[in-house]
């Protein structure tokens, strides 16, 4: 994945919402981000005890140094929590069972475990004597600046909880955002398969009335199952396949069908409908427009960690000038929905197809 604007803007979100949102980008940038945020607590502090003391470059450069080792120790013991804990306690699975109360507990006792822990650790790393520590003065020091890091603390917890609660908001707007445009590509499944018994009940009646009747079942099995937020892959190809027994009452042996759906992959998650409108352009666009017809064939893998989902089709390719004109409805709500579901994270391609026809390409990140 190329470090783009775009994706480092969403990297750096997710580090700040932890809370709400999955990591973007390489595993390696959420550490960057952690390092990045000690430097700048480092720099802050020096600024601060420089503006008391007044101390020279070579002074204000040995402080510096100090406070960005305790800096860092902190910020490392804190993410190294998050990540331990995240995998044996805190699973996402567990937290969405929490309470309000317990988020809260978990989110600012973490960073606070992290600061007793990562001080006074912090300390010996940057070469202070903590013996003078023990004595009545060192012990006021001490307590004052551990109050002072937990109130720190608890500051950035607070400030990071509104973060979250301002980014769950916008979540639920975008969420709301993906259900129009959901509802948008339904009608227009609906209206071409009606628009094809339509056209059939004129020169082929019976075939018309056995495709109405495939028609009835398929919406009786998979209209509550189009109207929900998820659905597997084996159902979605299952709905493909009904769908595809539909076309080719009409197209006859015009249409050949191929799918391929391993099974590692058939209980992957998706929202409904990103597939067909796919399907359909391909034989609209592709296929169709032949005397012969063709094949379209859809196919799923796993490529680097991420689902890929193929619909090609040996028909008419994009330039050629016997393809049928579109207007483009079907392919900006599926790049809309990509975008409010994964941001950069998914992507639709449309590709030229080796042999002639199309490809369209889904590529999602792979939830189970």
């Not at 597997?232 to 009452?249: G, R, S």
Request: net charge neutral.
């Amino acid at each position: 994945m190329s470090l783009t604007p775009a994706m480092l803007r969403a990297s750096w979100r997710s580090w700040i919402h932890y809370q709400t949102d999955e990591p973007v980008g390489p595993y390696w940038l959420q550490w960057v981000w952690t390092l990045l945020f000690c430097l700048g607590i480092a720099v802050a502090l020096t600024a601060l005890s420089w503006l008391g003391a007044r101390w020279g470059l070579a002074e204000t450069l040995v402080w510096f140094g100090r406070n960005l080792v305790v800096s860092l120790t902190i910020g490392l013991c804190i993410h190294l929590l998050y990540l331990v804990l995240g995998k044996v306690f805190a699973t996402p699975e567990r937290m969405r069972g929490w309470e309000g109360w317990q988020r809260t507990v978990y989110f600012a006792g973490v960073p606070m475990v992290g600061v007793v822990i990562g001080w006074p650790l912090g300390l010996v790393l940057s070469g202070v004597d903590i013996s003078w520590f023990a004595g009545a003065r060192g012990r006021i020091v001490v307590l004052s600046s551990l109050a002072t890091s937990l109130c720190i603390t608890w500051l950035m917890h607070i400030y990071f909880g509104a973060k979250a609660r301002a980014f769950q908001a916008s979540q639920q707007a975008t969420e709301a955002q993906l259900r129009l445009l959901q509802g948008q590509i339904e009608p227009h499944f609906l209206f071409n398969t009606l628009a094809n018994v339509q056209s059939l009940i004129d020169f082929d009646p019976d075939r018309a009335k056995v495709m109405l009747e495939r028609f009835t079942d398929y919406l009786r099995s998979s209209l509550g199952q189009m109207r929900g937020e998820q659905t597997t892959l084996a159902h979605e190809f299952a709905m493909l396949e009904a769908y595809l027994d539909l076309m080719q009452l009409r197209m006859g042996e015009r249409l050949r069908v191929r799918l391929v759906l391993p099974a590692e992959l058939a209980e992957v998650q998706l929202p409904p409908l990103l597939i067909q409108p796919l399907v359909e352009n391909a034989i609209h666009h592709g296929l169709e427009p032949r005397i012969d017809g063709g094949q379209v064939t859809i196919t799923a893998s796993r490529e680097a960690g991420r689902l890929a989902i193929d619909v090609e089709d040996d028909g008419h390719g994009l330039d050629a000038p016997r393809r049928r004109p579109g207007n483009g409805v079907a392919l900006g709500n599926i790049r809309a929905r990509l975008e409010a579901r994964w941001g950069t994270k998914a992507q639709l391609e449309l590709q030229p197809r080796e042999g002639g026809g199309t490809r369209a390409r889904l590529i999602l990140p792979i939830t189970a």
